[in-house]
């Protein structure tokens, strides 16, 4: 059978042809839809920290994202969960109205962290109106423990404490001199004259003999 030539009308070329050129513009869309899809951005990981400074807490939020700490502290929203306890400022600076236990939050980028921490008013300062030490044996050097810690004389007159495990510490003392006495049944009371500075942190160690 000889084939025979088939020969579209032009209108049906023109058709054919538009639909061709249509299908080509759509199929580019599409590729170029695709090759431009928006990637997921992973989210961003914080690390919070707090410590004790002198007048209160200071906290640091990291954005460890990129595995390396990136200090974005300032860049922070802060807040405490009780602001009858404890209250944050832009730069993570914890004030302390009253010793009790708070969470600390911190929010960056649209994540936020938190740390719950068990406060006590005053800060270091606290401790600067402290007084603490060791009690040990004058020959053995062994710590010991249920000594009697008494103010005898001078500032703080009248206060009292006890080791534990040779160690005591007495805090809210007034700054001034006094006499502190150790004592221990079986061995010789001893007497210390000891002035509490009040603006560092400061110790009082003691030694005790036994009695003959």
Partial sequence: MRGTSFAFPEPMRRLLASVTVASLMIASACTDAHSTAPTTVPSVRLGIGCGQVLDGYQCSL???TSGVQRDVTGLATWSTSDTNIATVNSVGFVTV???????VRASYKGESTFLTMT???????RYYRALSGW????????????????FVAGAN????????????????LEPGTFTVRFSKAGYRSA???FTLPGDRLVSLDARLTRSP
């Fill in 62 to 64: 990291y954005d460890e």
């Fill in 97 to 103: 109205l009253q010793d009790g236990q708070v969470a």
């Fill in 119 to 125: 406060l006590e008013a005053g800060g270091l300062r």
């Fill in 135 to 150: 009690v040990v044996d004058a020959v053995t050097e062994t710590k010991l423990g249920g000594v009697g810690v008494t």
């Fill in 157 to 172: 007159a009248g206060r009292t404490g006890q080791t534990t495990d040779g160690a005591y510490q007495i805090y809210d």
């Fill in 191 to 193: 007497d210390y004259v």
